[in-house]
């Protein structure tokens, strides 16, 4: 549902802060306690509209309704599920603009290894046995749209509309940079999936409790070339009941970001887009190493005051011929020497106008089987709605999408 209210600018509430929230409050004359009334409506129980807010009396909700306000959270315009159960879809914002929002049940394996609580339950759940969790029930009992059983799930968001980094091999680069996305338009994006599939947090809203929630900011655009935004909205999904140890932030190497990133009270885990061995193929497929090169990187990386358990992930597209060779993971693991760092091995997605070759097979099992060889804990994706370009990189293909995709309803 969307709210637009005619004359008066639209005013989201779906992204404000408490301290915000009160102002509001308090400039329509409000007591206090209204302020906290619309923080759990927003973010626990994620209403979509004004009216569900049955903790106001209706004339207040009018008020508010009247002043401009809406909730404003991002409209599932299109959905697109996978054979694998994934779904994509493309979110609406107030202005029109679209980005993409992956739902991935079961994750894509990215989560593996890294001593976060998501990896030890996703490595526990290879031996946990064929159990019916809540939502096969409510899937047979024909509760929900969607028949896919999860134990877990990775939600994938995107943080600007399309992307200025012009990495090489990645379509959202191909759409060059629209706009940032704001704080309630990022976190917005896992409420709207939320609902959706109807999952419940803690005491909030929805007909189950899963399982895990992950987030992933992997979707399109850079989210440290829109830090702010992207920070306050892990305070947001917090308030949602979404732990930052269950959020990963990646990144293409924005440096002055993870020098800021390094000294956040609060943080997600960090992935870094290494995606080459040395600087001089870094520099072809990802310009934006002439800028910041690998070591620099690497040494940025090195004044995060990591947790125990925690590694450092470095992402790494497999290109065939370009950087899948066993000379590169030579050198991969010569740069990583003495870092906790985890390798997740991504299978290059194709794409229309990209001029790339996948790996052979073959290859990226040489190539994990040496990382593992040297001492780094290497997992390869799953490569997740292939069928539908859901996967990493593979967003916002629907202009020229396959006619086989299945269109489901929204909502
Ligand atoms: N901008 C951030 C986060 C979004 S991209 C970043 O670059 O890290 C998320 C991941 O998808 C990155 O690791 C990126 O290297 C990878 N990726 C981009 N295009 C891809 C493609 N076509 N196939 C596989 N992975 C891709
Ligand atoms: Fe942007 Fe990431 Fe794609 Fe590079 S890989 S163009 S940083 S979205």
Same mark, same amino acid.
């Given at each position: 549902? !969307?709210?637009?209210?005619?004359?008066?600018?639209?005013?989201?509430?779906?992204? $404000?802060?408490?301290?915000?929230?009160?102002?509001?409050?308090?400039?329509?004359?409000?007591?206090?306690?209204?302020?906290?009334?619309?923080?759990?409506?927003?973010?626990? #129980?994620?209403? !979509?509209?004004?009216?569900?807010?049955?903790?106001?009396?209706? %004339?207040?909700?009018?008020?508010?309704?009247?002043?401009?306000?809406? +909730?404003?959270?991002?409209?599932?315009?299109?959905?697109?599920?996978?054979?694998?159960?994934?779904? *994509?879809? $493309?979110? *609406?914002?107030? %202005?029109?603009?679209?980005?993409?929002?992956?739902?991935?049940?079961?994750?894509?394996?990215?989560?593996?290894? %890294? /001593?976060?609580?998501?990896?030890?339950?996703?490595?526990?759940?290879?031996?946990?046995?064929?159990?019916?969790?809540?939502?096969?029930?409510?899937?047979?009992?024909?509760?929900?749209?969607?028949?896919?059983?999860?134990? *877990?799930?990775?939600?994938?968001?995107?943080?600007?509309?399309?992307?200025?980094?012009?990495?090489?091999?990645?379509?959202?680069?191909?759409?060059?940079?629209?706009?940032?996305?704001?704080?309630?338009?990022?976190? /917005?994006? +896992?409420?709207? +999936?939320?609902?959706? #599939?109807?999952?419940?947090?803690?005491?909030?809203?929805?007909? #189950?409790?899963?399982?895990? &929630?992950?987030?992933?900011? =992997?979707?399109?655009?850079?989210?440290?070339?829109?830090?702010?935004?992207?920070?306050?909205?892990?305070? $947001?999904?917090?308030?949602?009941?979404?732990?930052?140890?269950?959020?990963?932030?990646?990144?293409?190497?924005?440096?002055?970001?993870?020098?800021?990133?390094?000294?956040?009270?609060?943080?997600?885990?960090?992935?870094?887009?290494? @995606?080459?061995?040395?600087?001089?193929?870094?520099?072809?497929?990802?310009? +934006?190493?002439?800028?910041? @090169? &690998?070591?620099?990187?690497?040494?940025?990386?090195?004044?995060?005051?990591?947790?125990?358990?925690?590694?450092?992930?470095?992402?790494?597209?497999?290109?065939?011929?370009?950087?899948?060779?066993?000379?590169?993971?030579?050198?991969?693991?010569?740069? $990583?020497?003495?870092?906790?760092?985890?390798? @997740?091995?991504?299978?290059?997605?194709? /794409?229309?106008? &990209?001029?790339? *070759?996948?790996?052979?097979?073959?290859?990226?099992?040489?190539?994990?089987? =040496?990382?593992?060889?040297? /001492? &780094?804990?290497?997992?390869?994706?799953?490569?997740?709605?292939?069928?539908?370009?859901?996967?990493?990189? #593979?967003?916002?293909?629907?202009?020229?999408?396959?006619?086989?995709?299945?269109?489901?309803?929204?909502?």
């Amino acid at each position: 549902m !969307n709210e637009t209210s005619g004359a008066v600018e639209p005013k989201p509430l779906f992204g $404000l802060t408490p301290e915000e929230l009160r102002v509001v409050v308090e400039s329509l004359g409000l007591s206090k306690y209204r302020a906290t009334q619309l923080h759990d409506a927003i973010y626990k #129980q994620r209403v !979509n509209s004004l009216d569900e807010i049955t903790t106001l009396p209706s %004339d207040l909700r009018e008020r508010l309704a009247a002043e401009g306000y809406t +909730v404003g959270l991002p409209e599932i315009a299109q959905a697109t599920r996978s054979v694998d159960g994934t779904e *994509r879809y $493309l979110m *609406r914002m107030a %202005d029109g603009e679209t980005v993409e929002t992956v739902w991935m049940p079961n994750g894509d394996g990215g989560e593996r290894g %890294d /001593g976060s609580e998501a990896a030890l339950e996703e490595e526990a759940s290879d031996y946990d046995g064929a159990e019916p969790t809540l939502r096969d029930k409510a899937a047979k009992d024909g509760a929900l749209s969607s028949v896919a059983s999860y134990k *877990r799930a990775t939600i994938c968001i995107s943080s600007q509309v399309g992307c200025a980094v012009n990495c090489q091999f990645c379509l959202t680069a191909k759409l060059g940079m629209r706009r940032n996305l704001t704080a309630g338009e990022i976190a /917005g994006q +896992v409420a709207a +999936v939320l609902n959706r #599939q109807r999952v419940r947090i803690g005491s909030g809203r929805g007909v #189950q409790t899963p399982s895990r &929630i992950n987030l992933v900011f =992997m979707g399109m655009g850079e989210p440290f070339l829109n830090y702010d935004a992207f920070m306050r909205s892990v305070h $947001l999904l917090r308030a949602m009941g979404i732990p930052e140890s269950r959020m990963t932030v990646s990144t293409s190497g924005i440096l002055p970001g993870i020098l800021q990133f390094a000294n956040e009270p609060v943080r997600p885990k960090l992935a870094l887009s290494l @995606n080459a061995p040395n600087d001089e193929v870094r520099e072809q497929i990802m310009p +934006v190493t002439r800028k910041w @090169n &690998i070591a620099a990187l690497l040494d940025a990386l090195r004044t995060i005051p990591f947790g125990k358990r925690e590694y450092v992930t470095f992402e790494y597209v497999l290109l065939g011929g370009v950087n899948d060779l066993p000379q590169h993971a030579r050198e991969v693991l010569a740069l $990583l020497a003495g870092m906790k760092a985890k390798v @997740n091995l991504i299978v290059w997605n194709p /794409g229309p106008g &990209i001029d790339f *070759r996948e790996p052979a097979p073959a290859d990226v099992a040489v190539f994990h089987r =040496m990382l593992i060889d040297g /001492g &780094i804990p290497t997992f390869t994706r799953k490569p997740r709605g292939r069928d539908i370009y859901a996967a990493c990189g #593979q967003l916002k293909r629907t202009v020229d999408a396959p006619e086989t995709l299945v269109e489901i309803a929204t909502g």
